[in-house]
């Protein structure tokens, strides 16, 4: 199989449990393809944790689960060194953040020193206990939830820790006829119990590789460019899309391409992911909020002003 067919089935396996929510499976392969995380923001129980639970299996990784609450500490994340008095030496005991695929769950209920605690984990792939370094097994993915921020009993994600994210999604409510598809499916049985791995951890690590191929125009890096400075001079924002932001939206773009079929980037594929990485990162001025104006609708207006390239064929 091609690297389309192989990502697909991945997707179509994820399916086997989330219902009608194939883009939110697809924007997550697209995080994991360019070395990103994501943050799933939305209500409890409509499937955020059961979405990585399918992806881990579908690939086959070590996965683990990090439960976040207001009294979880730094070292109960990343690990802790505990002194053995046989040998008279400390020995590290990881944390679950020594994992493949990680579960940050409800990731807005705990405090910031320790929510700080994922910034390494999440931009390094690695943590440092008592001055040492280790590295985080590859691959290495992050998939965070959180509550809506007016929930009670949360705590906002400071800009920094946003900007680690790749992507930022909603799930959404299932449609009426979708809804009915998971009552019938989980009736008899646990969906998640009977899923198997569809490409192997080696598999995924070789198409990280590829996606760093696909191909990406000066003109198109350019319009990427354009639109990352257009969040920084618009008047509603505070705090636009960093360098790193820019970076990000053409690792997906790549991913997406590959997840598509294409061996290089379209201006659609921009596009299409323009919302998901800049959303979070966009910081808006109170104006805004009174306004009623969002981070969305900010992108959609830049995107909407922005001049696209002409884009000559390329790899056809």
Known sequence: MDAKDRLNAVIDNIEKVIIGKRNIAELSIVAMLSHGHVLLEDVPGVGKTM????????????????????????????????????????????????????LADEINRTSPKTQSSLLEAMEEASVTIDGVTMTIPKPFFVMATQNPIEYEGTYPLPEAQLDRFLLKVKMGYPSSKEEVEVLSRSQLSVPIDELEAVISLEELLQLQEEAKKIKVEDSIKSYIVDLSRQTRIDPYVYLGVSPRGSIALMKASQAYAMLKGRNYVTPDDVQYLAKSVFGHRIMLRSEARYDGITAEEITDRILAKTRVPVQRLVGQ
């Open 51 to 102: 979405l990585v639970r399918a992806l881990a299996k579908s690939v086959g990784a070590d996965f683990k689960r990090i439960q976040f609450t207001p009294d979880l500490l730094p070292s109960d994340v990343i690990g802790v060194s505990i002194y053995n008095p046989k040998d008279m030496e400390f020995h590290f005991r990881p944390g679950p953040i020594m994992g493949n695929i990680v």
